[in-house]
């Protein structure tokens, strides 16, 4: 009897964890293959622009994978240290890595849909105070 009660006690945990992970599943296939853009159908009102994102909002979106923690020598966020000798390079110079790309990163970091001007809000946004 003892046994029965283990393995059904056993079967009912596992049951409930089955369950919870399935639902986490169901939420992140749901996040991977939800549209990524819309289609505008010719002589249809165009939607207004979004407009640029703020330094901030790009660095939460696509910069702190990296920058906030340094991984492969990027320059932390709002470190004076991390961030001098680039900046004495001149600013033009650190905008054209960020864009271009330069060692470890990638052009445009993880933002390929970042504008130009998003880059240089997020950079801007990362040296503030240094």
Request: charged letters at 20%; glycine letters at 10%.
């Amino acid at each position: 009897m003892k046994l029965k009660t283990l393995l059904a006690m056993g079967a009912a945990f596992f049951a409930v964890f089955a369950v919870n992970a399935q639902q986490m599943s169901n939420d992140a296939i749901k996040e991977r293959i939800k549209p990524v853009g819309a289609v505008h159908v010719a002589g249809a009102a165009a939607a207004a622009p979004a407009g640029a994102l703020s330094g901030e909002d790009v660095y939460k979106k696509a910069c702190i994978a990296c920058h906030g923690s340094g991984v492969l020598g990027a320059p932390r966020l709002h470190n004076a240290a991390d961030w001098k000798p680039r900046l004495d390079q001149g600013f033009d110079t650190v905008l054209s890595h960020a864009i271009n790309g330069f060692n470890a990163m990638p052009p445009r970091g993880t933002c390929g849909a970042c504008s130009d001007d998003d880059i240089k809000a997020a950079i801007e946004y990362m040296t503030e105070g240094v």
